[in-house]
């Protein structure tokens, strides 16, 4: 549980910066970066420590899965707002929710309430009075993101190969995927700044490597539909360090947003 949360106050100090050199980095071009450069820096783990031979064909589909979440959630907010992004792909625990009672698995009610609260409280920390913003093609971006996420998590529950070598196969596969996107955009490539270097560099690290780490870390034992309503802390996380960092106040609104979800992943704790 310990990692998931890691991860979530990583990807909640990353968001705000991910969304603000989107203008200067379109999507097209990051996607493809910050797979190929995740790979390169866990390339010599992966060579010392390979992947279990019988969870090969399994950590395709968990590359599969993460290259889908991370691309489509960068088209929503390139799309739309990184408000309704993160809202969006949020969706990804009650999804997980809805499959395992159309299953037949019987959750118990207060785990329903939480999830239910969780919802409610991301909407109105991170959307707020505004709404959800943005066509239906963004809104469909947002949405296969939070399937995506859900595969992902519930593709990597489980999984006995290292967390790092199996993050170091999903973002090979990531890259082969967007490698003809990089190539096609490589005047941009060539075009950055240092500041855009930078925001790619730290989004690589601190963005992708240590916390998809962490969570794949934590995933090992905690089932997919809690791994992903613990994940809805990032946006808590993310409204608490605006306030030093942006001098952004937090309002009511999200004060009970952020309270609601904190509620809702307590009651799904067992």
């Known amino acids: 549980?310990?990692?998931?949360?890691?991860?979530?106050?990583?990807?909640?100090?990353?968001?705000?910066?991910?969304?603000?050199?989107?203008?200067?980095?379109?999507?097209?071009?990051?996607?493809?970066?910050?797979?190929?450069?995740?790979?390169?820096?866990?390339?010599?783990?992966?060579?010392?420590?390979?992947?279990?031979?019988?969870?090969?064909?399994?950590?395709?589909?968990?590359?599969?899965?993460?290259?889908?979440?991370?691309?489509?959630?960068?088209?929503?907010?390139?799309?739309?707002?990184?408000?309704?992004?993160?809202?969006l792909q949020y969706l990804a625990p009650t999804l997980l929710t809805l499959h395992a009672l159309l299953r037949g698995e019987r959750l118990p009610r207060k785990a329903l309430l939480g999830v239910g609260l969780a919802l409610l409280g991301a909407y109105l920390l991170v959307v707020g009075p505004r709404g959800l913003v943005g066509g239906p093609v963004g809104l469909a971006f947002g949405l296969l993101s939070a399937v995506s996420f859900a595969a992902y998590a519930a593709f990597s529950y489980g999984l006995r190969t290292p967390p790092f070598t199996s993050l170091a196969v999903a973002t090979g596969v990531g890259s082969l995927l967007a490698l003809p996107v990089l190539l096609y955009h490589l005047p941009l490539l060539l075009g950055l700044g240092l500041k855009e270097v930078l925001a790619v560099l730290y989004l690589v690290v601190f963005g992708t490597v240590i916390p998809f780490g962490l969570f794949l870390l934590g995933v090992r034992q905690v089932p997919a539909r809690k791994a992903t309503l613990l994940a809805m802390l990032e946006p808590v996380a993310g409204a608490l360090f605006a306030v030093?960092?942006?001098?952004?106040?937090?309002?009511?609104?999200?004060?009970?947003?952020?309270?609601?979800?904190?509620?809702?992943?307590?009651?799904?704790?067992?």
């Open 1 to 87: 549980m310990i990692p998931i949360l890691l991860a979530a106050l990583l990807w909640g100090l990353g968001g705000a910066l991910a969304g603000r050199f989107m203008e200067s980095i379109p999507p097209g071009l990051l996607i493809p970066l910050r797979f190929l450069l995740s790979f390169f820096l866990l390339l010599p783990l992966l060579r010392r420590h390979p992947p279990l031979p019988e969870e090969k064909p399994r950590l395709l589909r968990v590359g599969l899965a993460l290259s889908g979440a991370q691309a489509f959630y960068y088209l929503a907010i390139h799309t739309t707002t990184v408000a309704t992004g993160i809202f």
């Open 244 to 270: 030093p960092l942006a001098g952004e106040p937090l309002s009511p609104g999200a004060l009970l947003g952020g309270t609601l979800i904190l509620v809702g992943v307590a009651l799904n704790r067992r």
